[in-house]
Structure formats: C-alpha cells, structure tokens
C-alpha cells in the first residue's frame, strides 16, 4: 500500500477534476492490529495529504458487502451507483513502472461518459484484509 | 500479495449505502461521495502503515 499511496492521492485529485468523487474505505482489524488504528489513519491521511474522505469500517459489515479482497481494491460506479470497475490503478507495483496506463482514471472517465466501463480490467494486487475472524 | 477477485467485474452491481466514521469527525455516505457523473470508490483501499 505504501507503494502505490501517492499515486492513488493523485489520481484521486485527477478524478476530482473530471467529476468523480472518491472515498477510501479502511476495513481492517484495529483490534488485533492496532497498526490500523483511526488515530494512524489519521496521522497517515496528513502525511500523505489526503484530499477526499477516509473512513473506517469498524465492522467489516461494508467490506464483506462489497466483497472487497484486499488493500487496495478499487470499485468504480457510474451515477447509477452500478458497479463498472473493479480494476487496479495502474500496471505498478512496488515500483512505479515509467509510462504506466492509467487504468483506473481511464476507465472512469469512460464511465463518466458513458456509464459504463471497460470489458478488459486487470485485478488489483494487495495485502489481504485482516478480518476479524 | 493477494489478488482481488481476478479479472471479476461483477457489471451492474448495485453499491450498498453505508454511514462510516471518517477521521474529520463526519460521518459519510454514499450519496455524499457522487460527483456528478460518476464515482470512484476504493473501497478498502488504504492500508495504514506501521
């Protein structure tokens, strides 16, 4: 997740620009991996410059609705709030790769357009969620 | 390193609202996340470091 934090914040600010709002979700078990905790999440949205809303879901009830998988997962909806993406960022990893698509901008840019999004999407990659049991 | 749900969109999906506590004190909602024509929505997308 370090990894990718700053490219996500800024493509978060690009989608902003072109109209899409983003919220991030943290799902993970705070008590078992107080790593996690709303205080850190705190500390890490400033560090990092956060410019849209950080949330936790204290119950994992909304990431276990979502099916979400792992950190960082990317659901993108059009203004049905019909799901159209579940791709990742970009083709980087750890590492930034030079040149990367930016997948996740440009599917949801068509789906501002069009309501729909691509029929090709590359899974995101991550840390597994700490659930709670 | 674990994959999300490889290659899966499930298309069309209807988003669940939800009311979660955000480190500004609000709490937040779906709808308070639409931009005007689409949404973005990393759903457990950070992981807070150590």
Redesign the interface.
Known sequence: ??AV?SR?VDE?AA??D???????????DTEHYP????D??????AQHRFT???????TQ???R???????????????A???????RLDAS?TTLVPGARRE?FEA?RQ???T???PAE?????????KWRD | MAPALPGICDFGWKARDFALRGIDGRTWSLADVHGPKARSSPSSAITVPT
């Open positions: 997740m370090k934090i996500l978060a989608l902003r072109i109209g899409i709002g983003t919220i991030a979700i943290m799902p993970n790593a996690d905790s709303f850190n999440m705190k500390r890490f949205a849209f809303p950080y949330v936790i879901d204290e009830e909304v990431a609705t979502y099916a979400a998988q792992c950190t960082p997962d990317f659901f993108g909806f059009n203004a709030d019909e799901l159209q993406y579940r791709g990893r996740l949801m789906v501002a357009a309501g729909r999004g999407q590359m899974p995101s990659m991550g840390c597994s969620i």
